[in-house]
């Protein structure tokens, strides 16, 4: 047989764009769309592209089949015991590597929604945690279920602390529960929850909507968010005043002020 009829033959990731949108898909089903190699190599590929792709405006991440991601593909790593340094060396450039991926996502220029149907664990759960924005339908199910298993996710709770209030991450940590869809909106993993089957067309409506505003804008206000949460207040305060002077005298925002003053819809420069 031909290798490129194979199933796996298939790209691990998918990408399609419209109106300003590139939807990214995880395309690992029969094996639950692990954080494998291929698929951390696919994913930095593609963010990589993406942040040089002045047409983007938005990005939005999904998953094909009945589970978003199981995080690391356990049975790849168990290999690498055989190593002589029992996979050491492995192990730490595999958990570099996710965690450059995920530092990617919130890094990229363009804003990224999670689209999530069934189970998000581990360092799947973690890449939710990292996007942007995420939207849930109502069967998704989130879970950090390494304290099961005696490996504690601790890769993934440097996200989760960054988007829940420390009970609830540690909550998700120490139990390794599965958190139901309105669960994890309450908790702040998630923004909202849709019917089942519903997640990919709300969030690219949630994409849409961005689309729509300046793209230099929302760069600059994506930088800047992520910037000043790792600051003190004093600090924060004055790296945002910063920025929002620079904001004030770039083109949209003569443009925008302009605009609302005149009662008009504005025009935005091209990215």
């Given at each position: 047989?031909?290798?490129?009829?194979?199933?796996?033959a298939a790209p691990?990731?998918?990408?399609?764009?419209?109106?300003?949108?590139?939807?990214?898909?995880?395309?690992?089903?029969?094996?639950?769309?692990?954080?494998?190699?291929?698929?951390?190599?696919?994913?930095?590929?593609?963010?990589?592209?993406?942040?040089?792709?002045?047409?983007?405006?938005?990005?939005?991440?999904?998953?094909?089949?009945?589970?978003?991601?199981?995080?690391?593909?356990?049975?790849?790593?168990?290999?690498?015991?055989?190593?002589?340094?029992?996979?050491?060396?492995?192990?730490?450039?595999?958990?570099?590597r996710c965690s450059?991926?995920?530092?990617?996502?919130?890094?990229?220029?363009?804003?990224?929604?999670?689209?999530?149907?069934?189970?998000?664990?581990?360092?799947?759960?973690?890449?939710?945690?990292?996007?942007?924005?995420?939207?849930?339908?109502?069967?998704?199910?989130?879970?950090?279920?390494?304290?099961?298993?005696?490996?504690?996710?601790?890769?993934?709770?440097?996200?989760?602390?960054?988007?829940?209030?420390?009970?609830?991450?540690?909550?998700?940590?120490?139990?390794?529960?599965?958190?139901?869809?309105e669960e994890a909106?309450?908790?702040?993993?998630?923004?909202?929850?849709?019917?089942?089957?519903?997640?990919?067309?709300?969030?690219?409506?949630?994409?849409?909507?961005?689309?729509?505003?300046?793209?230099?804008?929302?760069?600059?206000?994506?930088?800047?968010?992520?910037?000043?949460?790792?600051?003190?207040?004093?600090?924060?305060?004055?790296?945002?005043?910063?920025?929002?002077?620079?904001?004030?005298?770039?083109?949209?925002?003569?443009?925008?002020?302009?605009?609302?003053?005149?009662?008009?819809?504005?025009?935005?420069?091209?990215?």
């Amino acid at each position: 047989m031909n290798a490129h009829h194979k199933p796996d033959a298939a790209p691990v990731l998918l990408r399609e764009d419209a109106g300003g949108i590139a939807t990214l898909t995880l395309n690992r089903p029969q094996s639950r769309n692990p954080l494998s190699e291929a698929m951390l190599a696919a994913l930095a590929e593609a963010f990589t592209a993406i942040a040089a792709d002045r047409s983007v405006r938005v990005v939005v991440l999904s998953a094909a089949g009945p589970v978003f991601s199981a995080g690391h593909d356990l049975k790849e790593m168990s290999a690498h015991r055989a190593d002589a340094d029992r996979g050491r060396a492995y192990f730490t450039d595999i958990l570099g590597r996710c965690s450059g991926v995920m530092q990617q996502v919130m890094n990229l220029p363009q804003p990224v929604i999670a689209a999530v149907e069934g189970t998000a664990t581990a360092a799947g759960c973690q890449l939710v945690a990292s996007c942007d924005l995420a939207v849930a339908g109502a069967e998704a199910r989130f879970c950090t279920p390494g304290v099961h298993i005696g490996l504690f996710c601790s890769t993934p709770m440097v996200a989760l602390s960054r988007n829940l209030a420390a009970k609830h991450a540690l909550e998700m940590l120490l139990l390794g529960e599965m958190v139901p869809a309105e669960e994890a909106a309450r908790m702040g993993l998630v923004n909202r929850v849709v019917a089942a089957g519903q997640a990919l067309a709300e969030a690219q409506r949630l994409a849409a909507v961005i689309a729509s505003k300046s793209p230099a804008t929302v760069k600059i206000g994506k930088r800047a968010f992520y910037e000043q949460r790792e600051m003190g207040l004093a600090a924060a305060y004055d790296h945002a005043a910063a920025v929002m002077v620079e904001n004030m005298l770039a083109r949209d925002a003569e443009e925008g002020i302009g605009a609302f003053m005149e009662k008009r819809a504005p025009v935005w420069r091209e990215p």
